[in-house]
C-alpha cells in the first residue's frame, strides 16, 4: 500500500528558503512518478515538478529556477528544496504519487497517492 507522509513546512521570509521532505511507503521507483503540488487559500491546486524514474525532473515555469526536487530510494523520501521565496509561495504543500505513464512524468496529471500536506507560510 502506497503511503506518503510530508514534513518541514513552516514559517520563512522573504528570500529564504526551506526544504521539504516526503516519506515514501509502498512506492516501485521503477515504475512510479512523483511530484509536488501546493494550493493556497482560494486558488487550485497546482502542480510544481515531477521527477520521473530516471530522476529526471521538470518543473512549472512559476518555480523553475527556484525549486528542486530531488530522491534519496534508499531513504525512501522525496525532496523539495525551495529557494528565494516570496510571499506567494506561502500555501500547503502536497506530495504526490502515480503510475507511470509511456509519455512520462506529468506536471499535473497522473497522480493517485496523496499526502496529508505540510503548511509552508512566507511572511516577514
Known amino acids: 500500500q502506497v503511503h506518503l507522509v510530508e514534513s518541514g513546512g513552516g514559517s520563512v521570509q522573504p528570500g529564504g528558503s526551506l526544504t521539504l521532505s516526503c516519506a515514501l511507503s509502498?512506492?516501485?521507483?521503477?515504475?512510479?512518478?512523483l511530484s509536488w503540488f501546493r494550493q493556497a487559500p482560494g486558488k487550485a491546486r497546482e502542480g510544481l515538478g515531477a521527477?520521473?524514474?530516471?530522476?529526471?525532473?521538470n518543473y512549472a515555469d512559476v518555480v523553475k529556477g527556484r525549486f528542486t526536487i530531488s530522491k534519496t530510494n534508499a531513504a525512501n523520501t522525496l525532496y523539495l528544496r525551495m529557494n528565494s521565496l516570496k510571499a506567494e509561495d506561502t500555501a500547503m504543500y502536497y506530495c504526490?504519487?502515480?503510475?507511470?505513464?509511456?509519455?512520462?512524468?506529468?506536471?499535473?496529471?497522473?497522480?493517485?497517492?496523496w499526502g496529508r500536506g505540510t503548511q509552508v507560510t512566507v511572511t516577514d
Open positions: 504526490a504519487a502515480g503510475v507511470r505513464r509511456p509519455f512520462g512524468c506529468a506536471i499535473n496529471v497522473g497522480y493517485t497517492f
Open positions: 509502498g512506492v516501485n521507483y521503477d515504475t512510479f512518478c
Open positions: 521527477i520521473d524514474t530516471d530522476d529526471y525532473t
